[in-house]
Structure formats: C-alpha cells, structure tokens
C-alpha cells in the first residue's frame, strides 16, 4: 500500500548528521504501524516527508510509493489531488492543527469539498456522520462549534474523522497523544481502533500507545531507524539495546533502566553506530563502522550483535 | 463531561454584554478625558485666566480695566466656586457648547466642525485606500515571500516608513506643483468655480496631500499586512489545509486570510483614531485648512477654546476607534468570550 525506501531528509543548515537517514519501512494494506522515537529523533520529519509537506529547504531523497505511485516525484498540483484523498496526514490533537476560526464541521468536510465536490452544506452533514463514527455525542452540535471549545482529546477525534473525510486509504497521524492524560489516550486509541481497513502509520513517543494501536512497531533513533518487528515479537524479545532499554524504563516493567535521553544531533559519531556511546554492549566495531539493517527472521534491527 | 454548549445558545447574548460593557467603560473613559480637560484649566496655579489670555494680557487688563476682567471670566464660565464651574462645564459640553473661539469671534463647534470637513474629505479616502492597498500589496509579498513584489516592495516601503510625512510633503510639492507644474502649490480650491467644476478643482487640489498620505500609510500597512501572512502562514494548521489537499489558492483565502486580517484590523482602527489629528504635518505644508491647521494656529494664537475641542475631539476618536476594534473582534474572534 505504502513503500517508503531509503527516504533521506537533510535540511542544508543541519549538521553533517540528516534528520532522517535511509529509512525504509512497507505499509501492508490495512495493517497499523507505529513508530516511536524520542524527541528529535526524524519521526515526525519522515511523516512530513513521506507526504512532501516540508519545506522547500529540506532535501528529500529515497522514493515514497503509494499504491505504485511515486510521491516524492510528483507536482504540488498533482499531490493536491492525492493528499487528503488517498493519504492523510492527521496532526497533534494538543497543537494548533485546526483553524481556529473555521467550525469543526467544516474543516472536517472540507476534503470532500475539494476531492469530491460537495456543496458545503453536503460536507458538514457529512461530518457529522464521520464523527458518529468516532463516538463523540451531540455531533450535530459539534459540527457548529470552533476549535477552541473542544477539548484536546475531541480535537483529535475530530482531526482523525477530518482525516479520513474523503475515504482516505492511508492515514499518517503525528504524536495523536500529546499533552493528553491517560484517559485521553485510551480514548484516542479505541479510536484508531475504529479505523477498519485503513493503512495507518502512527508517530508516537508513548510506548504503551504504539502496543496499543500498532501492530507492527518501528523505532527511531538519532534519525534512523533501529529495529523493525511484529508488535509482538517487539515486546516479548527486542532485539536492539536501545529498545531494551526503552522497555525496561517503563514503570510496567519496573523502572529497570535509566539511560536518559539522546544527545542532540551533533554529538553523534558520524562513522559508526549512533547509539554506541550510549549502549551497553558496545564494542570497537561500533565506533568504526554504521551497522547494517539487519534481517533476523523478519525482524530487522540495526545492531552489530546480530551480524554473522 | 461537563455540558459544554453553554456558550451556543448563548453565544449571541453574551457577544452583547461584552459590546454593552464596553460601550460603558467607553463612556466612562470619555467622561474621564472631559473631566481631566477641565482639571487641567481649572486646578493649574493661578487664576485660569491666565492660562487662557496668556500672561501679558491678562495683567495688561487686569490693572486697567479690573471690570472687563470679571467679564471675561463670566463669558468663559470661570466665575463661581469650583463646584458650581465643573457642573455648568459639564452642562455645556452636553449641549455641545464649546464657547467661543479667542481669536475668531465665533463658536468654537461652528469653527472646528467646518474645518473637521475639510480633514475628512482628506483623511477618510487616504485611509480607506491606504488600507486597500496596503492589505493587497501585503498579502501577495507575504504570500509569495521573496518573490518580485516582496524584493521590491519591502526595502522600498522599510525606506519610505522611515521618512517623515512632512519630508515627502515638501518633496512632491517641489517636484510636482514647482518644478513640473502639475499640481497646485498650495490651499483647497480655486476662487468662484461652482457644481462640477468645484468639485473637480478640489479634487485636483487633493492630488497631492492626498498621495503624501496615502504613500505613507500603504507603507506602514503593508508592512503590517505582510508580516501576519506570513505569521499565519506558519501556523500548523495551514500545514493541515495543505496536507487535505486543499489548493493553494483556497488555503490562501479560507484559512490565511482572515486570520491574517484579524490583527490588520485592529491597526486600521488605530488609524481611525488618528483621523483628526493625524493630518496636521501634511495639512500644514499644503496649506490645507482643516483640524491640523486650526489647531496649529489655535495652538500658536493660544486660541484656548479652539485648542479644549481640539483636545476632546482627538480623544473621543481615539475612544470611539479603540471600541469599534473590540467589537469587530468580537464579532469576528469566536475565541473572545469574556469580557
């Protein structure tokens, strides 16, 4: 459905170190994936990338094929009439991603409006229906109010059926779980839950989100990507030192480790593995050398332990 | 969850308080600013007088003439106790008696609103086109951020804002009306023209103040207007229009621009408040006899009748343009609920 390969993004200004490094992860149709990462770790880049909404200063490389079809390659004329129609890109519920003077109704019809042709009064009525589909209540009087009379996590249910107005197929959501509390969270999941049929990719930095939305789990670090598995096969044995770490920090699992957080971007070492100075395990190969992607029966992690 | 609809119904309702209650304070700031005005004739050291006739004359009278002098103070109303002079002030200013004029043996209202016309005829179109233009020209820079228009227009306008009013007034009047005679060099009309013709010859006469202030304005607006597009721009959720596939245009003129001219309201209102007295530089050079000119000489003849009107008048303005800014952001913010 979705084949991101080897995507690039490097922004001219950056250090020798891209935002996001030779990532490449296929979408199946229907299948929900989620990448976690920490704070500045390209996540969110990728999505924007993926979708060719960065800036014109970023440099993108790799290729992005939906359905065939090669994004990256493609006019801004022609990606109007693929972006909102057949993939989507959903923003943070806790940020300022809708307009603040247009009702939510609106905005959530307005993919129909311009993919579709409906009237306005058609795609307002619509969007009430779509949000019947997220469970919100009293829809109808939603539809008429504006953003700033919502709370964070009806923002996001709303950005999500805005998300999938105009029968979008794959949907790109952007830390859904932001500034939220636990409650929220669990709400915007069964959320994504709802979505039947629909390709999503989900960039979150809450563990405990990606087990429950995900079903195949990707995680970034320092602009790569460092393991790839079946969710799983992600949780019961990680491969990858950082993912371990990552686990063990949880409160579930006993707050076993404390790593604390990655370095920014220029303290990394450029040659050898990113996460070495941080890692364990580590050896002189690490230092010296990028580890490749490495596929351990379908579950691929970039870690010189699992070379032969 | 709590019942969240509180506001809807009431939306309309409430959007009337806060009108109404701003209506008030208005009203409130406008009785302040005549109170001030009175206190700052009445309680400044030494008889009044004084400050209204000015120290020469007034002792030139009063050692001649003791008699007149009494006249004098019962004509502007400054006989009596404090008390009794604030509550007539008072009762005057809401029968719109301003007195006479010092210099001129007129009204003062008779003289201020005859001239207010004149300044209007000047000041109301140089606004409402400066605004015009200002909005376009800033939209598209800040659009098409460093395209043609933004390259051109910005270091010429950044150049332009910093010149005085009164500089590029003395500037076109050399070059237009002195050096290649297109304009008149100065006053409102031509002498014993009627109907059409009048109206043509003011219009001709207008030319020149008018595009001295029209230039100045555009420049500070465009300025302005520029900058919130390209604010708005950057919001996340224009990121979102686009990432719905909404076209280019469309994200421009259903999510840029009104909250781009949200805050560009509020600066033209601004203007409105200056509309008095913003003009009295340019009145001046070109010999247009409007407020800035009666208040310039009121102010050099120490006209102190003429110059309390002035005074009142530039105030009330600026109350008056102040409330219609928060009233249309009310009208036009869904997000100002309370007052």
Known sequence: MLDIQNVSVKFSSASEVGAVEDVSLTLQKGTKTALIGETGSGKSVLLLAVMKLLPATAEISGSVLLEGTDLLSLSEEELETIRGDRISYIPQGGGNGLNPLMRIGMQIGEPLIDHRGYSKKKAIAQSVELLRRFRLGKEETWVRAYPHMLSGGMRQRAMIAMGIAAGSRVILADEPTKGLDQDRIQGVAECFQYLQGETLLCVTHDVNFAASVGEYISVMYAAQQLEYAKKEAFFEHPLHPYSRAILDAMPERGLKSNIGFAPPHDAYSVKGCRFSDRCPYKNKLCDEKKPPFIDVKGHKVRCWQYAD | ?339
């Open chain 2, 1 to 339: 969850m709590l019942f969240p609809f509180r506001g809807f119904e009431r939306d309309l309702s409430m959007k009337r308080k806060i009108i109404l209650n701003r209506l008030l304070i208005s009203l409130g700031t406008i009785f302040l600013i005549v109170t001030i005005s009175f206190i700052l004739v009445n309680l400044m050291p030494g008889d009044p007088l004084v400050n209204i006739m000015g120290d020469d004359q007034y002792y030139r009278v009063k050692y001649s003439d003791p008699e007149l002098l009494e006249e004098i103070a019962k004509k502007y109303g400054l006989d009596g106790s404090l008390g009794e002079r604030y509550v007539k002030y008072l009762g005057n200013i809401l029968r719109l008696d301003f007195g006479f004029s010092f210099t001129r043996n007129r009204s003062v209202l008779d003289i201020v609103l005859y001239r207010l016309r004149w300044t209007l005829v000047l000041a109301v179109p140089a606004t409402i086109l400066s605004a015009l233009f200002g909005a376009l020209l800033g939209i598209r820079a800040g659009w098409y951020q460093n395209g043609l228009l933004d390259r051109i227009m910005t270091p010429l306008t950044l150049v332009l804002n910093t010149i005085p009013t009164n500089c590029t007034a003395i500037l076109f009047l050399t070059l237009f009306s002195y050096k290649l005679r297109l304009f008149p060099i100065s006053g409102m009309a031509s002498g014993g023209l009627t109907g059409g013709a009048y109206i043509r010859d003011v219009m001709w006469h207008m030319c020149l103040p008018l595009s001295v202030m029209v230039l100045s304005r555009t420049c500070s607006n465009f300025i302005h207007m520029k900058s919130y597009v390209i604010q708005v721009k950057g919001e996340e959720y224009i990121l979102t229009a686009v990432a719905k596939g909404v076209p280019k245009t469309k994200v421009l003129f259903r999510h840029v621009l009104k909250n781009a001219l949200l805050p560009y309201v509020t600066i033209l209102c601004m203007q409105f408040g200056h509309i008095v007295s913003g003009s009295v530089m340019i009145e001046v050079v070109f010999s247009w006899v409007g407020m800035g000119n009666v208040m310039n000489t009121a102010i050099s003849a120490s006209d102190f009748p003429i110059m309390q009107m002035c005074f009142l008048l530039t105030a009330v303005c600026m109350v008056v343009s102040s409330i219609l800014a928060d009233v249309l952001y009310v009208l036009l913010d869904p997000r100002i609920k309370e007052v």
